[in-house]
């Protein structure tokens, strides 16, 4: 007998529940319409009450425990909004445990430990669905099980983080240092008080997880994606950029190799061409390059309540289908193989370079030395500006093996003249 009312327990009020709430209340009933089903929101759990009450919920569907939604028998459906490892993990768990399909947005959670929780859902015959955990409101999770599931993708290249997209955007647009276009990006909710999940990249790196494992069928570990922030990059670096053909974007770059996985996120060079350069403000990318389909580029707010909030309730909406018509969820993830992985120090890229160095003869002779030492040809030189006796100058050199070019590096930054701190930024190839 099939289900016509699937009942939902959501765990959390921050921004996305508070959106879940409002987009459920306003879309229900058309949600209900073209899946046949209706949904109820039977519990919302929250330590806060009065969060709750602001929202209008009904005083029966207000709770400040958990175990009122996990372990109810009438609720069907569980949304984790509640975010980190734990508590939400052994709340997962206790979900599926009761029988209860999960839905949640945490990016952390399913990065590292989404294999093993599901592991546990596939052992009983539910599912976890986490559209949302990636791209705020553009579908990603489904078009990589799905939609590409024919394909063998080779490349995944993309801006996946909108606060450090609006604070590259706003260094760009209105020459602003990068400490001041977080203070934008903060005033105007794009990023949170403490950013440093943003700006040191972690952020980026967990969705990478998420979409690579899917991507390549793999076992991904946090530890193997080299991760680097924005810190060092200056609106100098973005001026010469944009007057060499480029945009500089912190980027998540997956790839296949012959030996291997290569999984890594850093700011980049993206020339002017590229789609990615065209992303602008708080709106991310994902680029994806498979063998038959070729190039895919999906785009939209990757954040946000209401964003979110639709791929959360879509997730439920599936959920919903699948009790309805008790079906074996199509949706449910293939197996996750060990792969090899391909170092940051085995790469092959081009690099952009910018450094102080003393004015006076003499100097870009032992720099072009240093470099052909270890076998990195460049490909440009550029020195505009001096500061009484101090030049800078700008290089970018032709595709090396990232061993080779810190090895150059280092015997460039230990020549007299040249000045310590250098901005470096490799280039999207």
Known sequence: MDKGIVKIGLLGIGTIGSGVVTLLKKNGR????????????????????????????????????????????????????????????????AALDNDKHVVTANKDLIASHG??????????????????????????????????????IHRLVGIVNGTTNYIFTRMDQDNLSLEDALLEAQKRGFAESDPSNDIEGRDAAYKLI??????????????????????????EDIAYAREIGY???????????????????????????????????????????????????????????????TAVLADVAEAARSIHHQC?????????????????????????????????PGVLSALANAFGNEQVSLDMVIQKRSFGDTAEIV???????????????????????????PSMIRLLG
């Not at 700011?267 to 389909?293: K, R």
């Open 30 to 93: 058309a949600i209900s319409e073209k899946i046949d089903v209706d949904l109820v929101l039977e519990k919302v759990v929250d330590r806060d009450p009065a969060k709750l009450q602001s929202l209008g919920l009904p005083e029966e569907t207000i709770t400040t425990k958990a175990a009122d939604v996990l372990e109810d028998p009438e609720i069907d459906v569980v949304i984790e909004l509640i975010g980190g490892i734990e508590p939400a993990r052994s709340m997962i768990i």
């Open 115 to 152: 294999e093993e929780l599901l592991a546990i859902a596939r052992d009983k015959n539910l599912n976890i669905y986490y559209e949302a955990s990636v791209g705020g409101g553009i579908p990603l999770i489904r078009p990589l099980k799905q939609s590409l599931v024919a394909d063998r």
């Open 328 to 360: 074996v969820d199509t949706m449910i993830e293939g197996t996750f193989h060990k792969a090899s992985f391909v170092p940051i120090k085995d790469i092959r890229t081009r690099f952009y370079l910018r450094f102080l160095a003393d004015d006076r």
């Open 395 to 421: 290089l970018v050199t032709h595709l090396v093996r990232e061993e080779a070019f810190q090895k150059a590096l280092e015997k460039v930054m230990a020549l007299p003249a040249i000045k310590p701190n």
């Open 247 to 309: 945009a500089v974007k912190l980027l998540a770059i997956g790839e296949k190799l012959p030996a291997g996985l290569a999984l890594r996120v850093h700011p980049a060079l993206v020339p002017l061409a590229h789609p990615l350069a065209a992303v602008l403000n708080e709106f991310n990318a994902i680029y994806i390059e498979g063998d038959a389909v070729g190039e895919v580029m999906l785009y939209g707010r990757g954040a946000g309540a209401m964003p979110t909030a």
């Open 210 to 235: 998420i979409m690579s494992g899917l991507a390549f069928s793999s076992s991904i570990e946090p530890d193997q994606v080299h991760v680097e922030g924005i810190g060092g990059v200056t609106y």
